[in-house]
Structures are given as structure tokens and as C-alpha cells.
């Protein structure tokens, strides 16, 4: 019994249709990715202390772009509104004073609060800020003529805008020194560490990964 062999034309027919339906693949993969990063979910990596303890130097975190709605790439535009963000929650934004630049931060004011700093203590609406993610290391206390660190205010955070403050208080670059957030310029909402890499002891924080962030 007799088999017919491919002609080279068949072969080269085959191959360029093989190609095509990986090119097409790997062209859909990437469209999906860009997507999902664009409108969905985002990783960003943790590179300064200004979080801890809520956020350690190599944690590797996802954002949840989709919580405050959806935005037209570059332009910052709201297409499909989700809710604002809400005190407590930790936000990544683009930084005012170098929007190339991601920051990560925790909303302590939303429009028309009322935020107050004295003697390290932080008032919103004349309230006392009740929570156990701020820490304070250095036990000395700045006066607010010299720097605003520990002391600031009153100040009312203005329409469309946030005041952010790191948990690493005494160590953190935030609201305190350059100013307010603007809402457009927040990506997202972190919700979730997926790895957390210990560059000084040069292992996996393994109890860190899959923690929730609140």
C-alpha cells in the first residue's frame, strides 16, 4: 500500500497556518493581559518601609483598578463610576509631585473632612483617628512651625481630593508635607499581597503570602 508524501508547498502550507494560530493566540494572551491590567487588576511591589507594619520592604501586592470605576487609559476619565474611596483604605495613586511615580498610602481624610495633627495624635471631624495601623518609632515630638510631621492643621481636604498618610508615620512621605490627592489620579484599591520577598535575609516571607489588606 502506497502513502502519498506532503509536497514542499503542503509543508510550507502547514507551517505558516501553525504559526498563524500561535501568533493569534499570543496575540489574544497579550490583549487579555493588557485588559485585566489596564481595567481590572494591577501588581505593584512594595519598595520603602513608609506602610509597615501593614506593608513590608518586597511585598508584592494586586490593586483592584475596577473599585473606583472605570477610567479611560491615560486620561484619567471616569467611564463607569464604582464609589469613591473611604477612609481606612489603602490606595495606590499617582504621586503629585512626580506622576511617573506610584504611591501607596492610606486615606485618613475624604472631601470635606477636617484633618488635625497635634502632638502626634490625628483628628478627623474633630474626632479622635481610633485605629492600630499607625505606628510611631521615633518618641520625640517635632513642633508644626519647624515641620508638619506631628503636627498640622486644621485643615479641611477640598472637593475631589484625599489626605493620605503612611502607617509608618514617623517615616512616611505623605499628605503632611506635599498636600492632597486628587481623585483622579488613584488607581486603585490594594487588597491582597500575592509574595513577599526578605532581601536582607534573602528568603520568602512565606506567612505574609495571600494576606488580606485592610
Request: hydrophobic fraction near 40%.
Amino acid at each position: 500500500m502506497k502513502t502519498e508524501k506532503a509536497s514542499p508547498s503542503q509543508i510550507d502550507s502547514s507551517q505558516r497556518s501553525r504559526f498563524r494560530e500561535n501568533a493569534e493566540a499570543i496575540f489574544i494572551a497579550i490583549v487579555i493581559a493588557l485588559f485585566i491590567r489596564t481595567f481590572v487588576v494591577q501588581a505593584f511591589k512594595i519598595p520603602s518601609g513608609s506602610m509597615k507594619p501593614t506593608l513590608q520592604i518586597g511585598d508584592h501586592i494586586l490593586v483592584n483598578k475596577f473599585s473606583y470605576g472605570v477610567k479611560i487609559p491615560y486620561l484619567n476619565t471616569v467611564l463607569l463610576p464604582m464609589g469613591d474611596p473611604q477612609r481606612g483604605d489603602i490606595v495606590v495613586f499617582k504621586f503629585p509631585l512626580d506622576p511617573k511615580k506610584d504611591f501607596i498610602k492610606r486615606v485618613i481624610g475624604i472631601p470635606g473632612d477636617v484633618v488635625e495633627i497635634r502632638d502626634k495624635t490625628v483628628y478627623v471631624n474633630r474626632k479622635r483617628l481610633d485605629h492600630d495601623v499607625g505606628v510611631y518609632s521615633d518618641p520625640h515630638t517635632i513642633a508644626g512651625n519647624l515641620r508638619p510631621r506631628d503636627n498640622l492643621g486644621p485643615i479641611t481636604v477640598p472637593r475631589g481630593a484625599l489626605f493620605v498618610m503612611g502607617d509608618n508615620r514617623d517615616e512616611s512621605f505623605d499628605s503632611r508635607f506635599w498636600g492632597f490627592v486628587p481623585l483622579r489620579d488613584v488607581s486603585g484599591k490594594a487588597f491582597i499581597i500575592y509574595w513577599s520577598w526578605d532581601s536582607d535575609d534573602f528568603k520568602v516571607r512565606w506567612g505574609r503570602l495571600a494576606g488580606l489588606l485592610h
